[in-house]
T-cell receptor, first 112, second 112 residues
Framework: NAGVMQNPRHLVRRRGQEARLRCSPM?????VYWYRQLPEEGLKFMVY????????ESGMPKERFSAEFPKEGPSILRIQQVVRGDSAAYFC??????????FGPGTRLTVT | GQQLNQSPQSMFIQEGEDVSMNCTSS?????WLWYKQDPGEGPVLLIA?????ELTSNGRLTAQFGITRKDSFLNISASIPSDVGIYFC????????????FGAGTTVTVRA
């Protein structure tokens, strides 16, 4: 059973460009979560999605950030007009209903 | 999210020693989780705890869910070099199931 897949693993963007991060949950998992990790810190919750629904986006900045989990295909975290402060590791997790969250390997975003 | 205080921040240990780390919160949690993160990877779930007072083992790892529901500890017995990494506690609050709050991590380095 494949784990949570994320791509790309590393992404470099110039200031002002867009970043798209993809996450494919584990087979059978219908819940997806995105977290951000700054260097030497714990993970911070951003958004929780189910298929075609955003359940809770309270941890996601209101400007420039958006997330989706379409009926078909991976979940996407999109960051528009990136700034240096967006540089971080972004992790996706998935779970079945009401169960433990399993994390992907992360996407390391560097904004130059 | 809730603030979790994890200690110690880092530790150097001799191979074969036992290791102990803990996590405290000002709020109660429904679930405590312990993850290990290797450099460049995502967190891997080690142990999940669901009931106050619960003591759970996974190989050389033992974790407990505190009676007050505001703390948890993780023990590693007879440490080996592959125990190197960053250990994170995470809690799921009682009022919503999905939003994990993470501690800042305990970095473990083993001296051979």
């Amino acid at each position: 059973n494949a784990g949570v897949m994320q791509n790309p693993r590393h992404l470099v963007r110039r200031r002002g460009q867009e970043a798209r991060l993809r996450c494919s949950p584990m087979k059978g998992h219908s819940h997806v979560y995105w977290y951000r990790q700054l260097p030497e810190e714990g993970l911070k919750f951003m958004v929780y999605l189910q298929k075609e629904n955003i359940i809770d986006e309270s941890g996601m900045p209101k400007e420039r950030f958006s997330a989706e989990f379409p009926k078909e295909g991976p979940s996407i975290l999109r960051i528009q007009q990136v700034v240096r402060g967006d540089s971080a590791a972004y992790f996706c997790a998935s779970s079945p209903v009401g169960s433990e969250q399993y994390f992907g390997p992360g996407t390391r975003l560097t904004v130059t | 999210g809730q603030q979790l205080n994890q200690s110690p921040q880092s530790m150097f240990i001799q191979e074969g020693e036992d290791v102990s780390m803990n996590c405290t919160s000002s709020s109660i949690f429904n679930t405590w989780l312990w993850y290990k993160q290797d450099p460049g990877e995502g967190p891997v779930l080690l142990i999940a705890l669901y009931k106050a007072g619960e003591l759970t083992s996974n190989g050389r790892l033992t974790a407990q869910f505190g009676i007050t529901r505001k703390d948890s500890f993780l023990n590693i017995s007879a440490s080996i070099p592959s125990d190197v990494g960053i250990y994170f506690c995470a809690g799921q609050p009682a009022y919503n199931d999905y939003k994990l709050s993470f501690g800042a991590g305990t970095t473990v380095t083993v001296r051979a």
